[in-house]
């Protein structure tokens, strides 16, 4: 079974990152064949700024690496180096009919958030239908909100298939059942959209004022809290241990118990299990080539599966 994923360097990770796509990515590496990829150039559609590009990748390549990467066991690779890719997507485009992609919610979340219309951006699912099928992905992992671009996929697959002849694997979403959405500080999603995430791994004092800010209702030290409607309560058990989420949930109810106590819990278990990734990250960064080394490596053996998928599909439409 080979498995699929990527993530887009446009800012600094977070928590819902972490255990939205990083933490199940991680999990995943031990059910098969799984190749992980930074998305750069679909990061161009929204980050165009070449300082910002070159670290948000590098970035994510550290971030990954800290949280348990074995890049023995997963294909680790920056999507632009992968050329075969784009070809790949030329010849996808041909067949994918425009009002597939004139009904994908990307686009229209991104207009309706005041970004530019560009041919790239509504061409983006195209460019992903690429990045999967030309690995013969069987699963993609994603969150609930992603499931129309495999959807796309599988369509553009099929299409293709029943064009020019089997070429392509038809591919499966995965929706992590286990995965709630993760809440901002202000109760909505955590997304650098909203500009209500909590960084994976800034600095101590950085975190904990973000935590400060987590949005929660009036209700005073001595009443008793409902740990189901409490954001914080609901970032805390991410973190936590069964019988730590066990306490705090007492402590909730018995009342004498504020919120300014629950963030200072939810700072600590989170630096307790963040702690040794914060260390591998650190001795990652000190020896960039080193990281850098990886990502090669991960390109070579990413680009081995791609020529061969991309070769049979250029003689299936009579380019070879």
């Not at 530019?116 to 099928?133: E, N, Q, T």
């Not at 914080?232 to 004498?256: C, D, H, S, V």
């Not at 070579?300 to 791609?306: G, P, Q, S, V």
């Amino acid at each position: 079974m080979r498995i699929l994923s990527g993530i887009q360097p446009s800012g600094k990770l977070h928590w819902g990152n972490y255990f939205g796509m990083m933490r199940p990515a991680v999990r995943l590496q031990e059910q098969g064949n799984a190749f992980l990829f930074i998305a750069n150039y679909h990061a161009l559609t929204t980050v165009q700024d070449r300082g910002r590009l070159l670290q948000d990748t590098w970035e994510v390549a550290l971030d990954f690496l800290a949280c348990g990467l074995d890049t023995n066991r997963t294909v680790f690779f920056r999507q632009s180096d992968v050329p075969e890719v784009h070809e790949l997507t030329w010849l996808l485009s041909t067949v994918t009919p425009m009002g597939l992609l004139e009904r994908c919610h990307s686009y229209k979340d991104k207009l309706a958030k005041g970004f530019a219309p560009s041919h790239g951006l509504f061409a983006y699912p195209v460019l992903m239908a690429a990045d999967i099928l030309l690995y013969q992905s069987d699963i993609v992992p994603v969150g609930r909100d992603q499931k129309q671009h495999v959807e796309v996929t599988r369509d553009i697959a099929i299409k293709f298939n029943n064009t020019f002849g089997e070429v392509f694997t038809i591919p499966e979403p995965s929706i992590p059942e286990e995965v709630a959405v993760v809440p901002g500080l202000d109760g909505q999603k955590m997304s650098k959209s909203y500009g209500n995430t909590i960084e994976l791994f800034g600095s101590a004092k950085e975190t904990k004022a973000r935590i400060a800010k987590i949005v929660t209702d009036s209700k005073g030290l001595e009443e008793p809290k409902d740990p189901a409607t409490c954001n914080i309560f609901a970032l805390y058990k991410l973190f936590a241990t069964p019988a730590q989420r066990a306490e705090m949930e007492a402590n909730y109810r018995a009342g004498n118990y504020g919120y300014g106590h629950a963030k200072k819990a939810l700072l600590a278990v989170f630096e307790e299990v963040f702690a040794p990734f914060r260390a591998k990250r650190d001795e990652l960064a000190a020896n960039p080539d080193y990281v850098e080394q990886i990502l090669r490596d991960g390109a070579t053996r990413a680009r081995a599966a791609a020529t061969v998928t991309l070769d049979k599909a250029r003689r299936a439409v009579g380019l070879a």
